[in-house]
């Protein structure tokens, strides 16, 4: 049995905000949740008989790694080589420094440690294994073809596939892995760097392959269900709270019966609580616990966010040492947030205009006038004191000219 392992955008370094800071390593734990995902798919390279895994690209969050990610990548890509296994990466958009049309990668420090089982593939490229030709094609944009509109940079691209596909044994079975969006595909987050000169493939641009597996696209999504088969692979781990509803796989191809199966990634997960206090609560803290005791979703080894809204502004806040303690009772890795918010009493704004220094005298004798003298009874006091101020203020002023 000969079996391929194909695993998502890495992103090596996302997610740092939601983790903890390291205790007893400089690392902090999304980073190393990052490095457990990928020893989890060495393994199961190893439990499957696969000499191959193809990474679909975004090795690293940040285009400029910091040193200790690099070192990481090259610890697990020496993993690899000790069990025999190959690593292929596609380079994605986050593994491109580019100054103009000149582009390097910090993954060229993998190909210049010469790693005999590390294969960076920055051209459109075909990698034969048995009787399946898996073609990988690495992320373009409209610049990278310097091209002046979209579609002539895609009809290019399209032309590099019948290139390849042309070369390809009829007879063979044909695999496509790339790092591009598929046109109707949904982003998620940052996947996107420039929406202006970003290339959305449509469907019919992979006629001649029997599958496609994409990345770059972050939520794993099924694009075509035969004749090709096409889907976005989905990134290797969850970031952020907006992702917390998706499963991550990986996909083992087999190569000898032409059969592929999905194994899902053992992500930690992210657990968004969100309680909403009624106004009349005797006791805001209590009310909460009973609702987290409510929660029939686990929180082992969850990264949670906590939203606790008080309805009424008399509502008393609550007790966080008692809530996070019953998280953690139940669990929980990590909170990484925890927010409370109260509804404010509205307070009605007096109409009438302040007296202050921004007003002339004369107003501002006439508006306190106003507000003293109401009754028309008062109408003729109120009509003789603004003579006589008025008089006076003439008078001051004057004195202070003489």
């Not at 983790?19 to 390279?45: C, V």
């Not at 294969?119 to 034969?128: A, G, P, R, S």
């Not at 992320?139 to 895609?154: G, P, T």
């Not at 063979?172 to 202006?196: M, N, Q, R, W």
Request: proline letters at 3%.
């Amino acid at each position: 049995m000969s079996n391929v392992i194909i695993l998502g955008d890495v992103h090596l370094g996302k997610g740092t905000s939601i983790g903890k800071s390291g205790i007893g390593t400089a690392l902090n734990s999304r980073i190393i949740d990052q490095i457990n995902l990928l020893d989890w798919t060495l393994d199961q390279a190893i439990d499957h008989d696969s000499t191959n895994i193809i990474v679909t690209g975004d090795i690293f969050e940040d285009p400029k790694p910091h040193p200790t990610l690099v070192c990481n990548l090259i610890e697990w890509v020496q993993k690899c080589a000790a069990n025999e296994v190959h690593v292929h990466v596609i380079m994605g958009n986050h593994d491109i420094l580019r100054t103009g049309t000149f582009v390097v990668s910090p993954l060229d420090i993998l190909n210049s440690c010469e790693l005999d089982n590390f294969h960076l593939y920055k051209d459109v490229n075909t990698l034969t294994i048995g009787s399946v030709a898996f073609t990988l094609m690495p992320f373009r944009d409209r610049k990278s073809f310097i091209c002046d509109v979209n579609s002539d940079a895609l009809g290019l691209l399209k032309d590099s596939l019948s290139y390849e596909l042309a070369s390809i044994p009829i007879t063979y079975t044909k695999v496509l892995i790339g790092h591009f969006a598929i046109e109707g595909s949904i982003p998620v987050g940052d996947e996107i760097d420039d929406i202006t000169n970003e290339l959305f493939c449509p469907i019919d641009m992979f006629r001649g392959y029997e599958y496609v597996w994409m990345g770059h696209i972050h939520k794993p999504q099924v694009m075509n269900k035969l004749n090709p088969y096409i889907a976005h692979i989905g990134s290797m781990d969850i970031s952020n709270f907006g992702e917390s509803d998706q499963k991550k796989s990986i996909v083992v191809f087999d190569t000898d019966d032409l059969s592929w199966k999905d194994i899902n990634l053992p992500i930690r997960p992210l657990t968004k609580i969100s309680i909403i206090v009624p106004k009349d609560t005797k006791d805001s803290t209590q009310f909460v616990l009973d609702e987290i005791e409510k929660i029939k979703t686990t929180m082992d080894r969850s990264i949670v966010r906590l939203e606790i809204s008080l309805s009424s502004p008399e509502l008393a806040s609550v007790d966080r040492k008692k809530i996070e303690k019953t998280i953690y009772d139940k669990g929980a890795f990590n909170i990484s947030g925890f927010s409370e918010s109260k509804k404010m009493a509205l307070v009605k704004k007096d109409g009438t205009q302040v007296i202050d220094t921004t007003i002339d005298v004369n107003s501002a004798v006439k508006m306190w006038a106003d507000s003293k003298y109401i009754e028309k009874a008062d109408e003729t006091r109120k009509k003789r004191f603004t003579e006589i101020s008025a008089q006076l203020i003439l008078q001051l002023k004057n004195e202070s000219k003489e």
